[in-house]
């Protein structure tokens, strides 16, 4: 089964950037669309932005847009998570999923999502 691994995640502050990266190994990642979450303290995890296999098609949340920047690099087997004006509310743990249905659009749901990564913890200092 693929795996995934975030990284790039640390302590920023407010106004700063952060570059967040996924790794996929085990299985082809071009097929298929990937997603970013987010998990605060106290909070349930949530969508933060999506990407179609194809690379056409983004979605994001509101509290987001403008801000941050899916993308992926099939031939390194990458998605990135590009945030700026980064704020103190986007303190959270950050993690990459995959959707194993293939040649669709990106789903926001998350139970859509079958793999997971760890996660990497985004602190946002005021």
């Known amino acids: 089964q693929v795996q995934l691994v975030e990284s790039g995640g640390g302590l920023v502050q407010a106004g700063g950037s952060l570059r967040l990266s996924c790794s996929a190994s085990?299985?082809?990642?071009?097929?298929?669309?990937m997603g970013w979450f987010r998990q605060a303290p106290t909070k349930e995890r949530e969508l933060v932005a999506t990407l179609r296999w194809s690379g056409d098609n983004t979605y994001y949340t509101d509290s987001v847009k403008g801000r941050f920047t899916i993308s992926r690099d099939n031939a390194k087997n990458t998605v990135y998570l590009e945030m700026n004006s980064l704020k103190p509310e986007d303190t959270a743990a950050y993690y990459c999923a995959l959707d194993s249905a293939r040649l669709r659009f990106a789903p926001t749901a998350l139970h859509e999502y079958s793999v997971w990564g760890q996660g990497t913890q985004v602190t946002v200092s005021s």
């Open positions: 085990g299985r082809t990642f071009s097929l298929y669309n």
